[in-house]
């Protein structure tokens, strides 16, 4: 079968697309002909070997070979399943999250059926399911799992042009929530389509000046600290970041005036995803898709989200 794969850290072109045996299945595990896979910011940053101490997960000197092909998203058509498997047959149309295993730029990929697997709402396509998993699922952990989102709250969501942001102003909407959506100029017809109640173009306003304004200010990009942001926030409020190992030791730190750092990573999407696919198939979850790509031009990809400015999601088509 045809993969991405990059055996060293670095730029965009590390990446090449070579033949690789296909997955042997395994008992309780499902194989996936993968019809559409996306490039997200995260994989990028495994790809450049960053941060530097994410190295003794992702390999000291070169990637670890089980990381080699990445890929966290994707959506396609169960090829065969294994024994002891009951939840999927041949011939289903599933979406998932291959999490720490990866492995999704490739034509095959090899799932535990049990794991985060769901089947793919008919009403969407691969490529909208594929963009629809870690986005999703991790905006909805965090405003429903983590920070509680309940009817009538402001909630600020920062980086709202971004694959986590646009599902996160759609996200804490459908939880009743008031939202500022905080984004570039250029993405401000975007976002309030999705729903924002108000917008905040990061270029002319700084939103750390709204002075005790927001319950929850969700960094889905982490350009902002809990520091400068704390001042933002209500009494009680939340500070929810998604990367950033300062933040994360916030969260251990001490509350001010019951302001806190409420961070965490969204990995078991097991919870996560069903709900998603009911959004999806109701209609009320809309899929940003900035561009699409060829899996054999998979390096661009890699580039164009390298820059820091894709809209939504960026999704590669691995069957044509
Ligand atoms: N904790 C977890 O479980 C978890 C899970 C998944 C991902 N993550 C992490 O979450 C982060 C975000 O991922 P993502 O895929 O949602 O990001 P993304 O889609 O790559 O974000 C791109 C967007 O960020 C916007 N942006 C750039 N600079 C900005 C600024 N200063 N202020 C506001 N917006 C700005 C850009 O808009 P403009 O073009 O207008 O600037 C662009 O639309 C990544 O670091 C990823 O590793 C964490």
Redesign the pocket.
């Known amino acids: 079968m045809r993969a991405a794969v990059h055996t060293s850290f670095g730029p965009p072109d590390v990446v090449q697309v070579v033949e690789k045996p296909v997955p042997a299945l395994r008992r309780g595990d499902v194989l996936v002909k993968v019809h559409a896979t996306t490039v ?3 994989e990028c ?1 495994m790809r450049r070997g960053e941060p530097r101490w994410g190295r003794v997960v992702l390999g000291l000197r070169r990637p670890r070979p089980r990381l080699r092909t990445l890929g966290l998203e994707v959506a396609g058509v169960v090829e065969s399943a294994g024994s002891g498997v009951t939840r999927f047959r041949p011939g289903d149309q599933v979406f998932g999250f291959t999490g720490f295993s990866v492995g999704g730029h490739a034509e095959y990929v090899r799932l535990p059926a049990e794991g985060s697997l769901c089947r793919k709402p008919e009403s969407v396509t691969f490529a909208e399911a594929a963009a629809a998993v ?2 999703a699922t ?1 905006a909805l ?1 965090f405003l429903r799992d983590r920070a509680g989102v309940r009817p009538g709250q402001r909630v600020l969501v ?2 709202a ?5 646009t599902y996160a102003v759609q996200l804490a909407k459908h939880l009743g929530a008031v939202v500022t959506a ?3 100029p ?2 401000v017809e975007l976002v309030r389509s999705l729903g924002a109640d108000e917008v905040v173009d ?1 270029t002319e306003r700084d939103f750390t000046d709204d002075l005790d304004t927001y319950d929850v200010v969700f960094d ?4 902002s600290s809990f520091r400068r942001s704390r001042r933002a926030l209500r009494r009680g409020g939340k500070y929810l970041p ?2 950033g190992l300062a933040n994360h030791l916030w969260a251990w730190g001490t509350a001010f005036l019951g302001k806190r750092v409420v961070a ?4 078991d999407k097991r919870a996560t995803l069903p709900f998603v696919s009911a959004l999806l198939e109701s209609g009320e979850l809309r899929v940003v898709i900035d561009r699409t790509y060829p899996l054999s031009d998979i390096a661009a990809a890699h580039r164009y ?1 390298d820059a ?4 939504g999601n960026v999704v590669i088509a691995v069957t044509s």
């Open positions: 997200t910011s995260a940053a870690d986005g991790t952990f920062n980086g042009s971004g694959s986590i942001g905080v984004c570039g250029s993405n990061y889905t990009v982490t350009k998604t990367t965490g990573m969204s990995v989200v820091g400015h894709k809209r």
